[in-house]
């Protein structure tokens, strides 16, 4: 069974938790981790980007010539895709990148991030992520004496205010709820910290 010590936010050892083997020392699977940043990536694009048709571009009403006695090649409008100035023929429009991915190959991909961060030595527990005053400047503090890098994801088990307004202005740092968190967050990130709680609970919905 592997263990974790379990810290204060002034980076003292309170106790160690045990953590389930399948999910944080098993060999990490790169390709459900590769399928996983894909389908976060895919889900972020806009889909935007557009190109006009010939029947989009303006003119061309009118037959550039005579269909027959000029010796050139027969044409019945200058907004063709094969014309200068014309329209594009299968060109982008705007579509939706996003896809759905299986339940089963999310929590793998899930697993799998979390036994990267885990046997880096890059995921710490803290015995309670909270904060008494919302002051951004109180909780770079904390983070500093934690050794923590500058882009850190903060992974809570409840919502907190105070919490929320400290780490919202703090540069790289990200603050979400155990059950959002997703395999792109974990692998984004250099270092993951965890509630005691938060790290418990997500453990036993990956079991």
């Known amino acids: 069974m592997a263990k974790i010590d379990v810290k204060t936010l002034d980076n003292k050892k309170v106790r160690e938790i ?23 990536l895919a889900g972020l694009r806009r889909g935007t980007h557009s190109t006009k048709t010939r029947s989009e571009v303006r003119g061309g009403g009118a037959k550039p010539w005579k269909q027959k006695g000029t010796g050139r090649a027969r044409h019945g409008s200058n907004r063709s895709p094969i014309w ?41 527990v803290i015995d309670q992520l909270k904060v008494e005053t919302p002051k951004t400047k109180e909780l770079a503090k904390k983070l500093k004496i934690l050794s923590a890098d500058k882009k850190l994801l903060i992974i809570n088990h409840e919502r ?15 603050l979400v709820l155990n059950n959002e968190v997703r395999p792109y967050d974990l692998l984004n990130h250099g270092t993951v910290l965890f509630s005691e709680a938060a790290i418990l609970r997500l453990q036993e919905a990956l079991i």
């Open 18 to 40: 045990d953590l389930n083997d399948k999910i944080f020392t098993s060999k990490p699977n790169a390709g459900l981790l590769w399928e996983a940043v894909r389908h976060h």
């Open 84 to 124: 200068r100035h014309g329209g594009i023929a299968h060109g982008p429009h705007p579509r939706d990148y996003s896809y759905k991915m299986a339940k089963k190959v999310m929590l793998g991909a899930l697993r799998s991030a979390l036994s990267v961060k885990f046997q880096d030595s890059k995921l710490s």
């Open 160 to 174: 907190d205010l105070n919490l929320e307004l400290s780490s919202r202005n703090l540069d790289g740092v990200k």
